[in-house]
């Protein structure tokens, strides 16, 4: 369903299958991937998962998983039917939620698998920057600076944030949280997670059968969609989005 909407919306959208090793045996996970092309062709990645927790209870997921993969189902259309100064990259990570608990070999399968790719293939440095949405839809939305994040990519986000009047829900208090941006920071690739991990009373809602569709809002998806295209027009008109790195 996912890569029949990306085609229709005119991106060219692929799967990226791959085996990984995992505390309960070896699984076949797939990345989605779809690429929409610009003038240059430096790449900005806007990245988010979508598997879901695998529990022992109900669990639906709607904001921890669901939010993220409909955002880049909107972003999709948005993207694709204007011409744009940088190539675009839609990217649906799988695993990056642990099977039995987090660790780093347990946890973010995706994101780890598809950079690595792309360092083998030698293309690492053709990536700008990734931005990485993750529970999203909270109806109480804040999100806080993220502490692995690249600095000079969040002042950009928060920066855009703030100039659209949301400064009540990008909060410059930092909080560190591993998430599916981490591999790519730690390859040197400019990274910045967006994320609300404040979901409910004392984070009741995350990882429960709480996270539903009636604890999700439309207003805070299109509050992040805004912040999120301001953002990459902030790094289309800037000739270089690395500090000190060579002009586009």
């Not at 690595?116 to 999100?143: G, P, W, Y």
């Not at 996270?211 to 008109?237: F, G, H, N, W, Y």
Request: proline share 5%; hydrophobic share 45%.
């Amino acid at each position: 369903m996912i890569v029949d909407q990306l085609r229709k919306a005119g991106a060219n959208a692929k799967e990226d299958c791959f085996v990984v090793a995992t505390p309960l045996g070896p699984i076949l996970m797939v990345n989605i991937v779809a690429k929409i092309p610009g003038v240059s062709a430096s790449i900005v990645i806007i990245a988010g998962h979508y598997d879901t927790k695998r529990t022992t209870f109900p669990f639906v997921g709607a904001n921890d998983g669901g939010s993220s993969a409909a955002f880049l189902l909107e972003m999709a259309p948005v993207l694709a039917r204007r011409k744009s100064a940088l190539t675009y990259w839609l990217v649906f990570f799988d695993g990056e939620e642990a099977l039995q608990r987090w660790s780093n070999t347990d946890g973010l399968y995706g994101s780890r698998h598809f950079v690595q790719e792309l360092s083998a293939q030698r293309t690492l440095n053709q990536i700008r920057a990734l931005i990485l949405v993750d529970m999203i839809a909270d109806a109480h939305l804040d999100i806080h600076r993220e502490a692995h994040s690249t600095p000079w990519l969040t002042d950009v986000v928060f920066g855009e944030a703030q100039r659209l009047g949301y400064g009540r829900y990008f909060l410059n208090n930092p909080d560190a949280i591993e998430d599916d941006h981490v591999p790519f920071v730690e390859l040197g690739v400019p990274a910045v997670d967006i994320i609300d991990l404040d979901y409910g009373p004392f984070n009741l809602y995350w990882h429960s059968r709480y996270d539903a569709v009636d604890k999700c809002s439309p207003a805070s998806l299109a509050i992040v969609a805004r912040v999120v295209l301001a953002t990459l027009a902030a790094l289309e008109t800037t000739r270089s989005s690395r500090p000190g790195g060579a002009s586009s």
